[in-house]
């Protein structure tokens, strides 16, 4: 089974500061196979990034993504207020197609 | 547009067996490339993988709760069903069932349910 890590766990920024998350897995996996998700408190998680660097529907483009191998990134160039959630990294490579634990990004 | 929705029960005692339905619409199952995986989440915690059933009819579990789960499909139904048994209190989660999309160049949950809480407790 692919561990996912994620750090840090909680991340406190202030709105228009940058974010970079991690997602480190614990063998490698092919980058094509590597999403993010976004959830919001009460709600369901939404398809952030897919194929490591491809931003879903609607994402705008301060959203990227990038890695491969076992170390992958979540950059967010400039926090708008509605970015402030959990984030969570999955990876469908090999099953069980785990999640990571998630990193909370919180106004500081 | 795509739609899915869970229902069932929103209280189960323990030992029992839960059946939670997929209602979905804008794809069909049938269609190469779909499926519906399930996906749980405890109050406060990260989002655990359960299952996830293709347009073949291949499924995928999770390996921790393999001899507890089953999910099956009806196409002409639009619905996917997960059934688990021996239901504890430690499964207590709101429970998704979400939209699989894949191929070779990606694979992902493209769209979610709202998800609906299971209360295990007798």
């Known amino acids: 089974e692919i561990v996912l890590t994620q750090s840090p766990g909680t991340l406190s920024l202030s709105p228009g500061e940058g974010a970079s998350l991690s997602c480190r897995a614990s063998?490698?996996?092919?980058?094509?196979?590597l999403v993010w998700y976004q959830q919001k408190p009460g709600q369901a998680p939404r398809l952030l990034m897919y194929d490591t660097s491809s931003r879903a529907t609607g994402i705008p483009d301060r959203f990227s993504g990038s890695g491969s191998g076992t170390d992958f990134t979540l950059t967010i160039s400039r926090l708008e207020p509605e970015d402030f959630a959990v984030y969570y990294c999955q990876q469908f490579g090999i099953s069980p197609y785990t999640f990571g634990p998630g990193t909370k990004v919180e106004i500081k | 547009q795509i739609t899915l929705k869970e229902s069932g029960p929103t209280l189960v005692r323990p030992t029992q067996t839960l059946t939670l339905t997929c209602t979905f619409s804008g794809f069909s199952l049938s269609t190469t490339g779909m499926g519906v995986g399930w996906i749980r989440q405890p109050p406060g915690k990260p989002l655990e993988w359960l299952a996830l059933i293709y347009w073949n009819d291949d499924k995928r579990y999770s390996p921790s709760l393999q001899s507890r789960l089953t999910v099956t499909k009806d196409t002409s139904e639009n619905q996917v069903l997960l059934t688990m048994t021996n239901m504890d209190p430690v499964d207590t989660a709101t429970y998704y069932c979400?939209?699989?999309?894949?191929?070779?160049?990606?694979?992902?949950?493209?769209?979610w349910g709202r998800g609906t809480l299971v209360t295990v407790s007798s």
């Open positions: 063998q490698n996996i092919n980058s094509r196979y």
């Open positions: 979400a939209h699989y999309s894949g191929d070779y160049f990606a694979k992902y949950f493209d769209l």
